[in-house]
């Protein structure tokens, strides 16, 4: 979130965990980095500034489901307790997988959260199905006396908290800057030509990569101007079909009865559309399957 454009007068909020960044008007000043105090539907909780560019200021307070209250930054003896609190979470996290181990519980370890102010420690996990984690709560309790809250997490979240190498080699898209989840469809793999394989449309997270999102928007307003795959047409009384688009050269190509194969631009089909008699009936229109 941050590029030349950014002139410091907005700052987004990034809170742990928290359902999106949130947009301010950088009235007090924070710099790039800094962490400061805000108050959550959670609790009392740290956040990271970051440079952004929108101008859209995000609800705050009563207006706000989550974020309530924006304090200052950490001084040096919060900070110093809050750099505690990163280093109890290790802890803790392993006596939660101790613990998960003891109860036998069908759970996977995720993460360890504390609050700011110590009034609540979340601890993530994912399960398959529901858990009857009762006994866990109480023993963790026990262990730590505050307030216990477990936070199961889908299998795309898991990804976004413990984050991983994605098939480009780079730390996944979810763990460093994307932070609300777009519905993603093998449609989206089709309209780019990219093969649909398993294993090289998926994330680490099993489902399909976040990143064919990106250029969809480009693929699918190139395509909407060339004839798909399938359809038939008449240009000078030659029948053909047409077997292939290419949204990169802005073409698509008809195979004629007479098996010779000719590239036509979307450019040539708009200044010659009324050569073209055009049929749709063979075209397959695929599912948006998510």
Known sequence: MNCECCDNKFVGLKVRNAPSIFVIENTKKFKKDDIIAVQTERGKE???VLMSCSDKISSIGEESDFLKKIYDVLDENEMIEYHSHLAMEDEALEVFREKVIKHELPMKVIEVYYMLDKTRIMFYYYAENKVDFRKLVRDLASVYKTRIEMRQVGIRDEAKIRGGLGPCGRVTCCKRFLYDFESISMKMAKDQEIMLNPSK????????????KYEQDFYSGIKAKLLPVGATVVIEENKGKVTNNNAMKNTFTVKFENN???????DYLKDNIDKFTISYEDVDTGGDVD
Do not use: D, K, P, Y
């Open 201 to 212: 449309i998926s994330g680490i997270c099993g489902r399909l990569m976040c990143c064919l």
């Open 260 to 266: 010779e194969f000719r590239e036509f631009t979307s």
């Open 46 to 48: 740290a956040c990271q």
